[in-house]
């Protein structure tokens, strides 16, 4: 009964490495989402997968990248790192229109 | 002016007290979802409503769409309700994304 599952929950990166966020679900949702949560912010969209092979951007994509190649993956790449990266990121999924289940969450600081 | 706001940003109540937590939104909507953080920072989903009245144990949700207004009330509270409660609508063209309030953290002492 594993749900969605993140990995690492936890990580420091230094300013211009990159890395990869690893998101499974294993649900059979064919929606996916990326989101950062900054203290005393909501929830924004980074990006977000309507099933394999289908990607798009939401409301903060710079400095991120995404692919879908499995209905259960939806990994998000950090390719320079940026002090400004620094936030918790969560990915959901969810059946179209149904409640989204989240991951446990990745607190990512750059340094 | 943030499209989905939620009243109080705070809020402390005493064990047994009912609670009400408030959000407003500006666009048009299909659904509006209430939301629980927990102070270990998961995310589970409470509600998802786009009329009238849901109920869950001492969880009540309603939403008025002439209004664009939703109330998350929560009867005889209790410590274990501290968190952070998220209201986020899905737009009429938005798909299944969200947009999401800024959160109200909600402490219950005994």
């Known amino acids: 009964n594993a749900g969605v599952t993140q990995t690492p929950k936890f990580r420091i990166l230094k300013i211009g490495q990159s890395m990869t966020l690893q998101c499974a679900q294993d649900m059979n949702h064919n929606y996916m989402y990326w989101y950062r949560q900054d203290p005393g912010m909501g929830l924004k969209l980074i990006y977000y997968?309507?099933?394999?092979?289908?990607?798009d951007k939401g409301e903060v994509p710079n400095g991120y990248n995404v692919s879908r190649s499995t209905t259960e993956d939806f990994p998000l790449r950090l390719e320079l790192a940026a002090p400004s990266q620094t936030s918790v990121y969560f990915c959901a999924s969810s059946y179209r229109r149904q409640p989204q289940h989240f991951g446990d969450g990745t607190r990512l600081s750059i340094l | 002016k943030n499209e989905v706001e939620q009243s109080p940003q705070n809020l402390t109540a005493q064990e047994g007290e009912f609670i009400t937590i408030n959000c407003s939104y500006s666009?048009?909507?299909?659904?509006l979802h209430w939301l629980q953080q927990h102070p270990g920072g998961g995310i589970v989903s409470l509600f998802m409503?786009?009329?009238g009245k849901k109920k869950h144990g001492r969880l009540i949700a309603t939403i008025n769409i002439q209004e664009k207004h939703s109330s998350l009330h929560i009867t005889a509270s209790h410590p274990r309700d501290s968190a952070v409660y998220i209201c986020a609508v899905e737009g009429e063209t938005s798909g299944s994304r969200l947009t999401f309030g800024e959160g109200t953290q909600l402490t219950v002492n005994p």
């Open positions: 666009v048009g909507i299909s659904a």
């Open positions: 409503l786009s009329s």
């Open positions: 997968s309507v099933g394999a092979g289908i990607t």
